[in-house]
């Protein structure tokens, strides 16, 4: 079966760093993207690695470990703002339908 | 900034009736999809469609689910007899065929639908 197993919650000060951790475990993978939902709103796409490695897009960088079937989301200098849904979601095949994880709710504090 | 945009907004129903939410995909987009998303709970994937058909479908996409491209513009996602579990948050999103090796899917703001 499909399985993405992220954090239920995590909370962070203003400024902090954090990281949002994601194990899958899929049929087939062709990557590994993050997506950020405010309450009420659209999933946005945040970031997507297909290779091993980082990928660093301003204060959000992604990392992934294809051999781990592993990743992460890397936030830094905090903000009030991203107070949010994180989920991580796997492409299993070219058709690149997203299997998502079941969300990571942050909660940025003063 | 080009957008997906979808409607209605928020349609409450009774059981047993039919909804048809719609959605029309940014203009150069080839990729449509239609996700749900019970409240609390996780994205989850219904169907996908490319070049007028569908290209898969998840296993809650079951028969009272159909989806249509009845203009150049336009992607419907028709319910046939709601259900009280039908009641969730419906994304529409798209892509653009460059996209394929991004991951990006670009979604609307969504449809939330309540079957009382």
């Known amino acids: ?110 | 900034e080009p957008e997906v945009t979808q409607t209605p907004s928020h349609q409450v129903t009774q059981m047993g009736q039919e909804v048809i939410l719609r959605c029309v995909p940014i203009s150069n987009h080839l990729y449509f999809y239609w996700y749900r998303q019970i409240l609390g709970q996780k994205v989850e994937f219904l169907v996908s469609f490319y070049n007028n058909e569908i290209s898969e479908k998840s296993e809650i996409f079951d028969d009272q689910f159909s989806v249509e491209r009845p203009d150049g513009s336009n992607f419907t996602l028709k319910i046939r007899s709601t259900k009280l579990e039908d009641s969730a948050m419906y994304f529409c999103a798209s892509r653009h065929e460059g996209q394929a090796n991004t991951g990006e899917l670009f979604f609307g703001e969504g449809s939330r639908l309540t079957v009382l």
């Open chain 1, 1 to 110: 079966g499909q399985s993405l197993e992220q954090p239920s919650e995590v909370t962070a000060v203003e400024g902090a760093i954090v990281q949002i951790n994601c194990t899958y475990q899929t049929s087939g993978f062709y990557g590994l993207s993050w997506y950020q939902q405010h309450d009420g709103g659209a999933p946005t796409f945040l970031s997507y690695n297909a290779l091993d490695g980082l990928e660093e897009t301003g204060r959000f960088s992604s990392f992934l470990s294809r051999s781990d079937s592993y990743g992460y989301l890397l936030l830094q200098e905090l903000q009030m703002k991203d107070s949010a849904s994180y989920f991580c979601a796997v492409s299993e095949d070219s058709s690149y339908k997203l299997i998502f994880g079941s969300g990571t709710r942050l909660l940025v504090r003063p």
